[in-house]
């Protein structure tokens, strides 16, 4: 890109913020723009660095007049400004594609419709343990371009979306995984599951045959997505089902063995600080990249087993009078609760609800029947969510505040019970975020 190329930057989060930071640092004139409003925090540092900006409206004519538009990932390419854009023959790249145009180190990208952040902030826990110069982003912590522009790393691990990976361009991973595929935001994607596949696989689009791609073999989804889609790295597979000749696979003596180029590693699941059979899949996957990067096994070993897990994913948040609180409030489809409940064993309460992104709830029905005693609904509108339970527990309760949800969780639940919140929706009718939604939670938990 050339010195003084103009920038235009819808959305003003968090991606769009890092964006015209990093265009800034590189001799380019950004300009932000979005219809909503920015937050106090982006616009203290846009008038800091003098950033030009604007919130509730686009100046179409300045948008249009851009050189390279760097649009957020909550931006579909549907919307008429962006059509102009690509009509008037101006290049629309995601943040990640932008900043990795000015990338000197080398990536790990993470991907899947489960387990990203969780498998991200795996894989940067032992990479920093090995003593690695790893930073941590994209759809995690602060965004790929803002940490190019302020800091110098080797590796990068990134988490990436599916939007984050539809407007990329020459983006490249040297370690790619994908975790899964299961529905998730089938509206952006013309209610077409193999759209939202082939938006994940997009993430090989640009590899080479010296870079790898770790995939699960036990999930159908990504075997049929990786028939339709052309990949060069080499692949090294992930599975609980079978035992494999490369890859990470799970014993008959439930050993976690990962062997590649005939050099095994070996560690017992019990000792995996993630329990549960989706945080297998996640360990598998983090374990491998770190086979293939030649960590010292041990090292390996101790990062999987001393690992605290993120915020607002299956954290264990008190328990009182022997009933366990855990917050998975991360939890914004019915596949993510599918391994919330899969995982505990115990009596559960319940707590679910939110907007409702088209979940089946049907997928749930059998956990349910033989996991769940209660459910309380936090949500405006839990219609969906009664009807396809009703009948299947002995109580369902509804609730419009975090607070007034736990209160009625902790009054159904008994000694050695769990109150799960895994809402299976997304947070924006009651919330501001889905971690808006955790922290009420906790902070009601902590006050019972």
């Known amino acids: 890109m050339k010195n003084g190329a103009k920038i235009g930057i819808l959305g ?23 219809l909503g409003k920015i937050k ?48 008037k023959g101006v290049e629309v790249i995601s943040e990640v594609e932008f900043g990795y145009r000015f990338c000197e180190g080398k990536i790990i990208g993470i991907t899947g419709s489960n387990g990203k952040t969780t498998t991200s902030n795996l894989v940067y826990h032992m990479l920093k343990k090995a003593g690695l110069n790893v930073a941590l982003g994209g759809n ?27 407007d990329i361009v020459d983006f490249r991973a040297e370690i790619s995984i994908l975790l899964n595929i299961t529905p998730d935001h089938l509206d952006r994607y013309e209610s077409s599951f193999e759209k939202y596949a082939d938006a994940k696989m997009r993430i090989v689009k640009n590899a080479k045959a010296d870079d790898f791609f770790i ?65 297998l899949y996640n360990s598998m996957a983090s374990g491998i990249a770190g086979r293939i990067l030649d960590l010292r096994k041990e090292l390996i070993r101790e990062s999987l087993s001393d ?32 391994y919330a409940l899969e995982s505990l064993n115990k009596p559960v309460v319940w707590i679910v609800g939110g907007v409702d992104k088209g979940n089946d709830y049907g997928e749930l029905l059998q956990l349910v029947r033989d996991k769940v005693k209660a459910i309380v609904c936090l949500g405006k509108d839990n219609s969906k969510i009664i009807d396809a339970f009703k009948g299947e527990v002995s109580e369902i309760q509804e609730s419009l505040s975090a607070e007034d949800a736990v209160r009625k969780a902790y009054a159904l639940a008994t000694k050695e019970d769990a109150v799960l919140l895994s809402p299976a929706c997304a947070s924006f009718d009651l919330f501001e975020n889905y971690e808006d939604r955790g922290q009420q939670f906790k902070r009601a938990v902590r006050a019972l």
Request: net charge negative.
């Open 12 to 34: 003003g989060g968090e991606s769009g913020i890092g964006a015209a930071v990093l265009a800034q640092s590189k001799g380019l004139v950004p300009f932000v723009s979005d």
């Open 40 to 87: 106090d925090k982006y616009k203290e540092v846009l008038i800091n660095k003098s950033i030009e900006w604007e919130e509730e409206q686009h100046d179409e004519a300045r948008i249009l007049a851009s050189d390279y538009v760097v649009k957020s990932p909550g931006i579909p390419s549907t919307v008429p400004l962006v059509k102009k854009l690509i009509a």
């Open 140 to 166: 995690v912590g602060k965004s790929f371009a803002w940490q190019l522009a302020t800091e110098k790393h080797d590796w990068y691990v990134l988490e990436l979306s599916s939007f984050q990976l539809d």
């Open 215 to 279: 995939y699960c073999a036990d999930s159908k989804a990504t075997l049929s997505a990786m028939q339709r889609n052309d990949c060069k790295a080499k692949k090294i597979p992930f599975s609980i089902q079978n035992e494999l000749n490369e890859g990470a696979y799970l014993s008959k003596d439930e050993q976690l063995i990962i062997n590649i180029n005939n050099n095994h590693f070996t560690m017992s699941i019990h000792d995996l600080a993630l329990q549960g059979k989706h945080n």
């Open 307 to 338: 690992f605290q897990n993120v915020e607002h994913r299956l954290e264990r948040v008190a328990t009182i009078h022997g009933i366990d609180f855990i917050n998975d409030s991360k939890a914004t489809n019915v596949n993510s609760t599918w």
